[in-house]
């Protein structure tokens, strides 16, 4: 499985921004797909996850600001960021996990928001 995440940038407090994560190869058995993030204190930390069956889960920090959300036929998972705040600023991983328990990573894609 390979992972293709795109989206980050430079970005106000209170803007919004999205990142998407093209999944490719052998992607049938998957059944979670998540954004982490890695701040300043290189601690990766999840963000959101989708299961293949639609259900998500927010970390506390982005309820109510971020959606995750899936695009099955284009092998797409997206997260919504929106009122960011600069404690948001971080690298942002996708992940895919397979029935078999394998987790795939995505290379990150940078996220700063300026205060």
Do not use: H
């Not at 390979?2 to 049938?28: D, M, R």
């Not at 309820?63 to 959300?69: G, L």
């Amino acid at each position: 499985v390979q992972l293709q995440a795109s989206g980050g940038g430079l970005v106000q407090a209170g803007g919004s921004l999205e990142l998407s994560c093209v999944f490719s190869g052998s992607t049938f058995d998957i059944v979670l797909m998540g954004w982490y993030r890695e701040g300043p204190g290189n601690q990766r930390d999840a963000v959101a996850t989708i299961t293949s069956g639609g259900v998500t889960v927010y970390a506390d920090s982005v309820k109510e600001r971020f959606e995750i959300s899936r695009d099955n036929a284009k092998n797409t998972v997206y997260l919504q960021m929106n009122t960011l705040k600069p404690e948001d600023t971080a690298v942002y991983y996708c992940s895919a996990q397979t029935l078999r328990d394998r987790i795939y990573w995505g290379r990150g894609t940078q996220v700063t928001v300026s205060s």
